[in-house]
């Protein structure tokens, strides 16, 4: 039965995201065989011969290789013998090794009692389901019976055991070994934590001086500058891609779509490196304890941090390649909308991630939801101008009032659109000042689109002297009609409309209304001074006068007084 490696920390959610590759998977072997842990003396049998035959090995080669068809096997089945169902996933395999190592070095300190006198399978056959755990006479160490799980009616070492091992064997240490009984591993505990991974390192090893090869805070002195220098070249390696990453995305977003696309590549990549130093850590430096717990518990951080970031990188490379359709305005709403969708959905797979990943690293999923509930609210109350601004867009963009380019009014401002942004949106004025309106205010504004008028209206007042005679009128009523007769830019429903229609204190007013399409505001202008000079040259020849405004003036010849 093949096993996860190094590979264990790769969760399912990643698997959904990025492809990782498979580091170190162990080799399935056809001879591997389960301890026998079917009651309290097969499974003591099995763990301490098994615990045996790996001390053996180390002392004989000198390294330790996890991953040799000879030893594999023996490591499965003593980590068999292990209740491991409060263990951490990501650090499973790791921490249940060591307990095995610390309850090994307890029980070769302790006198144990002959095997026939511990409960074996008749005993367990005839106590029925009352044989529930036996412990190690004079210790904390106890096998139990599994009643769930896997490993159901199992005899294992129980959960306390496994939690209090390391523990128990510091209080231990200092007892000599035992002289009688099973077979001992002396020094087993010290070449775990300071043997090498590899043979051809032995050597080296050999020849350090001993203060090299003692322990300082449970890790042999001459793995801490290698362990340390393996975490600055992964550190310097991850900070190399980002920015590598970011100085090719800004210059190949909006530019070229298939080269930023593949700039996805370089945090990708970044996600290898934690691993990386996991596996060097772990399978080569072979360092062992609570400093490759809080390498591992690092390193799978920074790999699911880094993997949210692949999350979001990857919507934004979906989004834009959306966007780069030509049915799409790039500066639109709709493209906004497309945006604002993806970096939702971004969200929601970062949040998945997040759970699933923090759950692998032990946190429990009602921690995990909880805290999530509790730095939501936290940060909804201190965003509360941000959600607000955002709601705001999105009802801009459900609306669609306007576009990019487009021109608009709105309070007592009037000018084009030059981009729609997720917070606020800029307005270029007629004056050509910016104007910056927060997405939110502009939402609750009346808004006039006046690009997407369908023709642009003119209407004027053409007033005449009081003292024109009737026929003087109609006819400058007449005129006007036929100046704007089937005139440029009419539309067909709209045609013009000259009416004599108001007596002013001192004018006849004629009312002069035309549409003008397109809207084009510039033609629009060109065409209504061409109208205006047509009607004045008319007027000249008929000897018909513009109205002009009563005016009167005061004059006084007397000087005036100081």
């Keep these: 039965m093949g096993r996860f490696h190094f590979s264990d920390c790769l969760v399912s959610v990643f698997f959904s995201l990025?492809?990782?590759?498979?580091?170190?998977?162990?080799?399935?072997?056809?001879?591997?065989?389960?301890?026998?842990?079917?009651?309290?003396?097969?499974?003591?049998?099995?763990?301490?011969?098994?615990?045996?035959?790996?001390?053996?090995?180390?002392?004989?080669?000198?390294?330790?290789?996890?991953?040799?068809?000879?030893?594999?096997?023996?490591?499965?089945?003593?980590?068999?013998?292990?209740?491991?169902?409060?263990?951490?996933?990501?650090?499973?395999?790791?921490?249940?090794?060591?307990?095995?190592?610390?309850?090994?070095?307890?029980?070769?300190?302790?006198?144990?009692?002959?095997?026939?006198?511990?409960?074996?399978?008749?005993?367990?056959?005839?106590?029925?389901d009352k044989l529930t755990s036996w412990r190690i006479p004079g210790t904390r160490i106890t096998i139990a019976r599994m009643e769930e799980g896997p490993q159901k009616h199992e005899y294992l070492f129980s959960k306390g055991t496994v939690d209090r091992a390391v523990r128990y064997y510091q209080d231990m240490k200092a007892y000599p070994y035992r002289t009688s009984g099973p077979e001992t591993s002396p020094g087993f505990y010290r070449w775990y934590f300071s043997s090498p991974g590899h043979s051809a390192v032995v050597p080296i090893i050999e020849r350090l001086p001993k203060g090299f090869r003692d322990q300082v805070f449970g890790m042999a002195v001459w793995k801490w500058p290698a362990l340390f220098l393996s975490i600055i070249v992964a550190s310097l390696v991850m900070l190399l891609i980002y920015r590598i990453h970011f100085r090719l995305t800004q210059r190949w977003k909006g530019k070229n779509i298939v080269c930023y696309c593949l700039t996805i590549i370089f945090p990708i990549l970044a996600v290898f490196a934690p691993f990386i130093v996991t596996y060097v850590v772990k399978d080569q430096l072979i360092v062992r304890g609570w400093p490759l717990y809080i390498v591992d518990f690092a390193s799978l951080l920074i790999a699911l941090l880094a993997s949210i970031f692949v999350v979001f990188a990857a919507s934004n490379r979906v989004a834009e390649t959306i966007i780069a359709s030509p049915k799409i305005n790039p500066q639109g709403l709709n493209a906004q909308l497309i945006r604002i969708i993806s970096r939702l959905m971004s969200m929601v797979i970062a949040v998945a991630v997040f759970l699933v990943g923090g759950q692998y690293l032990g946190i429990k999923l009602t921690t995990l939801l909880a805290s999530a509930g509790i730095g939501g609210f936290a940060v909804a109350l201190a965003a509360q101008d941000t959600l607000k601004t955002l709601f705001g867009t999105i009802m801009l963009m459900a609306d669609k009032p306007f576009r990019v380019g487009e021109r608009i009014q709105f309070n007592q401002y009037d000018g084009n659109v030059e981009d729609i942004g997720l917070r606020s949106t800029r307005v270029r004025l007629l004056t050509g000042n910016l104007v910056t309106i927060p997405n939110d205010e502009l939402a609750r504004c009346d808004i006039e689109n006046i690009t997407r008028r369908p023709y642009i209206r003119r209407s004027a007042d053409i007033k005449i002297p009081l003292d024109t005679h009737r026929t003087k009128v109609e006819q400058c009523i007449e005129i006007i009609r036929n100046t704007l007769k089937d005139h440029e830019g009419m539309n067909p429903d709209l045609p013009a409309r000259v009416y004599f229609d108001e007596f002013n204190d001192d004018s006849f007013n004629i009312k002069v209304i035309y549409w003008y399409t397109p809207p084009e505001f510039w033609d629009f202008l060109a065409f209504s001074q061409k109208v205006n000079l047509q009607i004045f040259q008319a007027f000249e020849e008929q000897g018909i006068q513009f109205s002009q405004p009563l005016r009167v003036v005061h004059t006084d010849t007397e000087s005036q007084g100081p």
């Design 18 to 128: 990025i492809i990782f590759p498979s580091i170190g998977f162990a080799e399935p072997n056809l001879n591997y065989r389960p301890a026998d842990t079917s009651s309290p003396r097969s499974t003591l049998k099995d763990f301490i011969d098994a615990s045996n035959q790996i001390s053996k090995h180390v002392r004989d080669t000198k390294f330790v290789n996890r991953d040799s068809e000879a030893l594999r096997p023996i490591i499965l089945r003593i980590l068999d013998c292990l209740d491991q169902s409060d263990l951490p996933a990501f650090a499973r395999e790791m921490r249940a090794a060591e307990v095995a190592i610390c309850l090994k070095e307890i029980m070769d300190r302790v006198e144990l009692p002959p095997f026939d006198e511990i409960p074996g399978i008749e005993e367990v056959d005839s106590a029925g």
